[in-house]
């Protein structure tokens, strides 16, 4: 008997976490009947099996349960009961939780970790909550994904409804306020320097940073020796055609260094054209341009008041005489010579013939055992 209850208390402390409370396996009421609605009346569920000691075990521990007597079972069922009872209070569980806190605290305090670096800053990672706050640490990091949440797809549309939302928000309230910083426009004054952007709403690209500077030599003040000068120091960046120099600049960074850059490098141009070597045994290279060859239309072959007034003189007499002729018939009446030569020539007509019957002149006329026959006749 004593080994008997040493095996019983060793299988009650091994399956005490697989035997459920008895609070889970009680009754249940019926479910509220609601007199008043629309809908069909549904039955019940069944209701849940009773409990049983026997059927919480696992099979090791069922196979023992089953091999001691009617009153070893009861001993066996109330000492597993009250076994599970004194590991579930709150007292053990405080307990217990302390001990896990300690035994964690301690592997920390044992585990070696890397020593920041001197004047480097604590790493922070912002979570989803902190997303377009001042201070993003004020929310802290997420909580642990504990699958009770969205995916990552549905946080991204939300994030782009909000975007939306915002953008809307703006329209509706900020930009009206615009209408009082409106000015009346002013056509720009000529300036010898325009440059060119290039922006794709706000988003990152390569080309955005290339700033485009075009001038022309004849807008600067210069001599006709030095914008020649001019000319030839900057080479093929200039074209005779349109009298335009055409620079361009994307190696730094912003838009604003790159403009920069390009006003500095026109202000070192006329520098060097006004104070340098004026390069005069050196002759203008125009081999980069591809010249176009620009048709013009003959001033000649051009209508002026005087020709279109003999134009117009000449057609009046080409009709005039047209008139003329037909009223003395020498113009030759085509629809009249057609209807003549109609009438005068032979008419075909179609006639029904029955088949196998004899025609004109007792002769037979058969073809392809067809009931129609083209028969010609004079009229």
């Known amino acids: 008997m004593a080994s008997a209850m040493h095996i019983l208390r060793l299988t009650a402390q091994r399956n005490t976490c697989r035997i459920a409370p008895l609070s889970r396996h009680c009754l249940l009421p019926p479910p509220l009947a609601f007199p008043f609605s629309t809908s069909t009346r549904r039955n019940a569920p069944d209701a849940p099996a009773p409990y049983s000691f026997r059927e919480s075990l696992d099979s090791s521990s069922r196979a023992f349960y089953d091999s001691l007597s009617p009153e070893d079972r009861i001993r ?26 300690d035994a964690a605290y301690d592997v920390f305090r044992q585990t070696p970790r890397e020593k920041p670096r001197p ?3 604590e790493r922070f990672k912002p979570g989803l909550m902190a997303m377009g706050e001042i201070n993003e640490r004020d929310s802290g990091e997420d909580e642990v994904f504990d699958g009770d949440d969205m995916s990552s797809i549905a946080h991204g549309e939300l994030e ?8 809307a928000r703006i329209a509706a309230w900020e930009m009206p306020l615009l209408s009082k910083l409106a000015k009346p426009f002013e056509p720009p ?11 794709y709403f706000g988003e990152t690209h390569p080309a955005r940073l290339k700033i485009v500077c075009e001038f022309s030599p004849m807008d600067l003040p210069l001599t006709p020796a030095q914008r020649l ?25 912003t838009q604003a260094q790159n403009k920069r850059y390009l006003g500095d490098l026109v202000d070192t141009l006329m520098k060097e054209a006004k104070e340098g070597e004026a390069f005069e045994d050196v002759g203008v290279d125009f081999r980069h341009v591809k010249w ?26 080409r009709e005039r005489n047209e008139r003329e002729r037909v009223a003395r018939g020498q113009i030759v009446d085509g629809v009249g010579v057609i209807d003549a030569a109609m009438r005068a020539a032979r008419v075909e007509e179609r006639v029904e013939i029955p088949m196998g019957k004899k025609l004109l002149g007792g002769k037979e006329r058969v073809a392809g055992g067809k009931g129609r026959q083209r028969v010609g006749r004079e009229r």
């Open 76 to 101: 066996y069922e109330q000492d597993a009961i009250k076994l599970d009872e004194y590991m579930t209070s709150p007292a053990v569980e405080a307990r217990l939780n302390a001990e896990v806190s």
């Open 119 to 121: 004047g480097a800053e």
């Open 160 to 167: 782009q409804h909000r975007e939306l939302r915002a953008y």
């Open 189 to 199: 004054t000529t300036t010898p320097l325009r440059f060119r952007y290039t922006d």
């Open 229 to 253: 000068t001019l000319i030839k120091l900057v080479g093929v960046r200039y074209d005779p055609q349109r009298d335009l120099v055409r620079m361009s600049c994307e190696m730094f960074e």
């Open 292 to 317: 176009k060859d620009r048709k013009e239309f003959p001033e000649a072959w051009k209508l002026s008041g005087g020709k279109r007034k003999a134009l117009e003189e000449r057609r009046e007499e």
